[in-house]
């Protein structure tokens, strides 16, 4: 009975103030009179929640347009129209996940997990068509490169030679960066620039989206960007003209004043319009920085290949001569007589070998070792004469280097095993093709290759060397320099001189490759000191590597840019007919690089063998001293082995075992332990809020009825709303305008207040059907109440727990009675 007590004292209390009013009985007469008939506020016509209204759909075209122009910036980098595919699906499906979280009032947990669901089932067609069934229907190839071309295509784009086409997952990064930002985009435009909160702020924000991605595809791209200036005009005359239009008009200003500032929006649409193309174009061809000083994350990104961490190709040479000589390598098709394979490029000396350079001494010379698609990068330094199209169907040989012909073009690895093939590198400088996980008898590939021109000497006396810098050479021996300057001798031009030091070694040079069939012995290897052996022997003695190496260490101390390669010469080579290489093919020549031409083969191996044997003789044989022999032993071969089981079965199953990567562990860590940060107080505040609910449909009719209004009250404070401290049907209206409800709407809550307020002061007890009415109305009123609110706002109530005055009295009350 104290809210009935409470109500009596209001209207006492209200009474005494009439009467003490200083006017007297004129404050009374003119309470009396009739108040003016009051105006109704005119309102905007209601949207049912989940609807988008006209000026959204704007909003969003206005988004997908500029984000589209920053998704153009992707063509340097990603090869085909794909990426273009990619992006416009992406975007596509991010803005029908955000229009369906919309639609349905989805919180950020559901609207996420169906983004995922659409990234995996529309992302096979969009993406991935190549690899997907009928090109539309997912496969577990599709669904595994999209899960890890959204982890992994990042790292891959800024180590591919541009423009980047495989491995295949590369494709998805224009996909799911465009379904990201469709996503964030739709959500902003759908839910949060909603017209009622419909701000400059707020659309200058949502600006950051296509801002990002105009940015990203420039930062992971080339130097070389597309259109730059083009595209950034259009971005900057379409984002001010939307900012312009989207301003707030003002409130009550007259149909003449609306024309009037319309009209002043267009000349003012139109002068920003001219001033952007007219300034932006001046300053976009007078400010455009040189490709050079742009900034890009691939000039700063270290390719994960480094071919010093594999033995140098050369140091290996004598292993084919010996061991592999009459092993069967490999099996090429396509090659007409004088091709030769090319197998690795060295360019860097030590003065223990020659070596291909890695990421750390690389020059424009050398180059480094990218991924790259089927369509390789085009040689800086190359004219072509001919075309090639070779098969190679690896039989006996391995190791990483994969053996090419003349200048590579595509390179297609369809027959190569999936994970073997996504470790393919490529040089585009020198022409070289690596596998890091190694080349064996598995591997079958097909290349279309160009072919260098060789112009004869009298084209070239005139030509200079091209000016290449090439990786360092180190520890030159005097012998090795004393010799270039006497073998070149009064020769002026660089075909001159290094054809004269091509030619000496061929003349006065033999072939040996240390075999026991050899006329003298030769020692293997070609560092400073068996360089200095060559030359101080009464002849020269060697094969390809150590003649090879002594031209290229020449080359370079006469300041020439020579490089040593080292592949095959096949023999009796039938043009349409497969033809077998084998170790005994094995060769190495120099190669220096002319301006215009490219570079020119030079081949000092000698071919003659016979050694003159006064100046070579070979050593006597010194008779042994007779040694007894231990008696023969009877038992048979079979006996000397012993038997045993070997368990290897646990190792393999130690190598196979899974074990999460520790970047993992630390991830789901620290995500659970987010979860549990958001999780638990948001069970404990549940929890209070459900006992606050207990308690108020506890008691007396009056008490229950009372508690529902509270309850509502209560909902609506914690989601925001302001709620004035007046009477229940004055609260009504006040929440009935702050939610924009239509006319049902705000009969419903002015129901609910008469409802509330006659259960508890009409003196008599409610029914219980009727205050079991109040509170499904509350709940309900409550419920629409939550979806009027933007996402952050619902995540906001959920952990804000509010009490009514009338809860406080309650709680206070026995306590006053126990005092």
Not at 150 to 158: G, K
Not at 370 to 398: H, M
Request: include cysteine; charge should be neutral; glycine fraction near 8%.
């Amino acid at each position: 009975m104290s809210e009935r007590r409470q109500a009596r004292e209001t209207r006492k209390s209200q009474t005494q103030a009439a009467a003490r009013s200083p006017k007297g009985t004129k404050g009374t007469d003119a309470a009396k009179q009739p108040k003016p008939a009051r105006t109704p506020k005119p309102r905007k016509p209601h949207l049912p929640p989940g609807t988008v209204s006209a000026q959204a759909w704007i909003d969003t075209s206005v988004l997908a347009l500029l984000c589209l122009i920053g998704f153009a910036g992707w063509m340097p980098v990603l090869s085909g129209p794909g990426n273009i595919v990619a992006s416009v699906g992406g975007l596509l499906v991010g803005l029908g996940v955000a229009l369906l979280s919309h639609r349905f009032r989805l919180n950020a947990i559901t609207t996420v997990l169906a983004a995922l669901i659409a990234y995996f089932l529309l992302g096979s067609a969009i993406a991935l068509p190549g690899e997907a069934r009928w090109f539309v229907v997912p496969t577990l190839e599709t669904i595994r490169d999209l899960a890890v071309g959204a982890v992994f295509s990042w790292a891959d784009v800024l180590t591919l030679a541009a423009p980047v086409g495989a491995p295949p997952h590369v494709s998805v990064l224009p996909y799911v960066f465009a379904l990201v930002l469709g996503l964030l985009g739709g959500v902003l435009t759908f839910r949060w620039l909603s017209a009622r909160y419909r701000t400059l702020w707020r659309c200058a924000l949502v600006m950051l989206i296509p801002l990002v991605a105009y940015a990203l595809p420039v930062v992971f791209g080339t130097v070389d960007p597309f259109f730059p200036a083009a595209r950034g005009l259009a971005v900057a005359v379409i984002a001010l003209v939307w900012l312009g239009w989207r301003r707030p008009e003002g409130k009550n200003i007259s149909l003449s004043e609306k024309s009037g500032l319309r009209r002043a929006r267009i000349v003012g649409t139109i002068a920003v319009t001219v001033a952007a193309v007219v300034v932006g174009g001046l300053a976009a061809s007078v400010l455009t920085p040189a490709p050079q000083s742009r900034f890009v994350l691939r000039d700063l990104v270290q390719p994960p290949f480094d071919p010093q961490d594999f033995a140098s190709p050369l140091s290996g040479f004598r292993s084919y001569t010996k061991t592999l000589n009459d092993t069967d390598l490999m099996s090429v098709t396509g090659l007409i007589p004088g091709d030769r394979v090319r197998l690795a490029v060295m360019d860097t000396y030590d003065g223990h070998l020659w070596n291909v350079a890695g990421p750390d001494l690389a020059t424009d010379g050398s180059g480094i070792f990218e991924l790259a698609s089927s369509d390789l990068p085009k040689a800086s330094l190359a004219t072509i004469v001919d075309q090639r199209s070779v098969t190679v169907d690896v039989l006996g040989y391995s190791g990483p280097w994969l053996p090419t012909v003349g200048v590579p073009e595509t390179m297609n690895l369809d027959h190569v095993d999936r994970e073997r093939a996504s470790g393919f590198r490529f040089n585009a400088a020198t022409g070289s093709a690596v596998l890091i996980d190694g080349v064996n008898s598995d591997v079958t590939y097909s290349l279309r290759s160009g072919i260098q021109a060789v112009p004869g000497d009298d084209s070239l006396e005139d030509t200079p060397v091209a000016p290449v810098s090439m990786p360092p050479v180190e520890k030159i021996p005097d012998v090795v320099v004393s010799a270039a300057k006497e073998y070149s001798g009064a020769a002026e031009s660089p075909i001159e001189q290094l054809r004269a030091i091509e030619t000496a070694l061929v003349t006065n040079g033999y072939l040996s490759h240390g075999l026991e069939s050899d006329a003298a012995s030769s020692r293997a290897g070609h560092g400073a000191d068996r360089m200095e052996e060559l030359f101080t022997r009464a002849n020269l003695i060697g094969d390809q590597e150590q003649y090879a190496s002594a031209m290229a260490l020449m080359a370079r101390s006469l300041g020439y840019p020579a490089r040593v390669v080292m592949g095959f010469e096949p023999k009796n080579v039938l043009e349409g007919s497969p033809t077998v290489i084998t170790g005994d093919d094995v060769t190495a020549w120099v190669e220096v690089p002319f301006e215009g031409i490219g570079w020119v083969p030079f081949f000092p191996t000698p071919d003659e063998t016979e050694i003159p044997q006064d100046q070579n003789p070979k050593p006597q044989s010194e008779p042994q001293p007779q040694v007894r022999q231990p008696p023969r032993s009877e038992k048979r071969p079979d006996d000397l082995l012993t038997d045993s089981d070997i368990d290897d079965k646990s190792d393999k199953d130690d190598d196979e075992e899974f074990v999460l990567p520790v970047w993992t562990i630390v991830s789901l860590g620290v995500l659970a332990g987010l979860l549990l940060l958001y999780l638990v107080p948001l069970a404990i505040i549940a929890l209070i809020k459900r006992r606050r609910v207990k308690r108020r449909r506890a008691g007396p009719p009056h008490q229950r009825a009372s508690g529902a209004w509270d309850e509502l009250i209560d909902r609506h404070a914690e989601l925001g709303y302001q709620i004035p401290s007046q009477t229940r049907l004055t609260v009504a209206t006040a929440l009935a305008e702050q939610r924009d409800t239509d006319a049902a709407g705000t009969a419903t809550l002015q129901q609910l207040a008469h409802g509330a307020d006659a259960a508890v002061f009409s003196g008599a007890d409610a029914p219980d059907d009727e205050i079991e009415a109040l509170w499904t109305t509350a709940s309900d009123q409550s419920r629409d109440a939550s979806k009027t609110v933007g996402w952050w706002r619902r995540q906001v109530s959920r952990f804000r727990v509010r009490r009514s005055d009338r809860d406080r009295g309650r709680s206070r009350a026995p306590r006053r009675k126990r005092e």
